[in-house]
T-cell receptor
Framework: GAVVSQHPSRVICKSGTSVKIECRSLDFQATTMFWYRQFPKQSLMLMATSNEGSKATYEQGVEKDKFLINHASLTLSTLTVTSAHPEDSSFYIC???????????????FGSGTRLTVV | GENVEQHPSTLSVQEGDSAVIKCTYSDSASNYFPWYKQELGKRPQLIIDIRSNVGEKKDQRIAVTLNKTAKHFSLHITETQPEDSAVYFCAAELFGNEKLTFGTGTRLTIIP
């Protein structure tokens, strides 16, 4: 259980275009989802936390107008990279926190990631 | 905010030997410490985790120890196998702050 499906797995886009990445919780309701960016050979850096029905909270240094996050339902969160540039090329991963009330199921589950290449 | 340091950045171990990866955290209010294994281009996979009310946890060849006083926790892999080769990340969650701070990662290579 507790599976997060992330699409697309890979995307190549031209500089200046926008790309949307979707994360869906398949068998549970994800009140909170997290979006990470991972550059080659580096750690996961949290970009933003999205809560269903409210505005996302962005980490310091992350442009909210460039990385648009929408969490309109308990099972879907989207990240749109607007006006993408080559420096936005990275591995983007979403994550959902599991129900804190269920102590046996405490933790996080991750999507499979999206490799974005901007040319 | 929380800061997590991880050492070493790379580790090569002969097959069958043990591997140890260490992490330190800065905020004593952190209370959840998971370890993830990540293969190239794949999602992080939880391999073991520990809560702050426990000092040690073991699952077959994998164990994690936590020293709250010193604010460090370690991953121990015994009887290493080639399939253990991957990048390992530690992380810490601050109590009441529902997000993870990751360490910088350790690339573990098991030498056959």
């Amino acid at each position: 259980g507790a599976v997060v499906s992330q699409h697309p797995s890979r995307v190549i886009c031209k500089s200046g275009t926008s790309v949307k990445i979707e994360c869906r919780s398949l068998d549970f309701q994800a009140t909170t989802m997290f979006w990470y960016r991972q550059f080659p050979k580096q750690s996961l850096m949290l970009m933003a936390t999205s809560n269903e029905g409210s505005k996302a909270t962005y980490e310091q240094g992350v442009e909210k107008d460039k990385f648009l996050i929408n969490h309109a339902s308990l099972t879907l969160s989207t990240l749109t990279v607007t006006s993408a540039h080559p420096e936005d090329s990275s591995f983007y991963i979403c994550s959902a926190s599991l129900d804190r009330a269920l102590m046996y199921n405490y933790g996080y589950t991750f999507g499979s990631g999206t490799r974005l290449t901007v040319v | 905010g929380e800061n997590v340091e991880q050492h070493p950045s790379t580790l090569s171990v002969q097959e069958g030997d043990s591997a140890v990866i260490k992490c330190t955290y800065s905020d004593s209010a952190s209370n959840y410490f998971p370890w993830y294994k990540q293969e190239l281009g794949k999602r992080p996979q939880l391999i073991i985790d520990i809560r702050s009310n426990v000092g040690e946890k073991k699952d077959q060849r994998i164990a994690v120890t936590l020293n709250k006083t010193a604010k460090h926790f370690s991953l121990h892999i015994t009887e290493t196998q080639p399939e253990d080769s991957a990048v390992y990340f530690c992380a810490a969650e601050l109590f009441g702050n529902e997000k993870l701070t990751f360490g910088t990662g350790t690339r573990l290579t098991i030498i056959p």
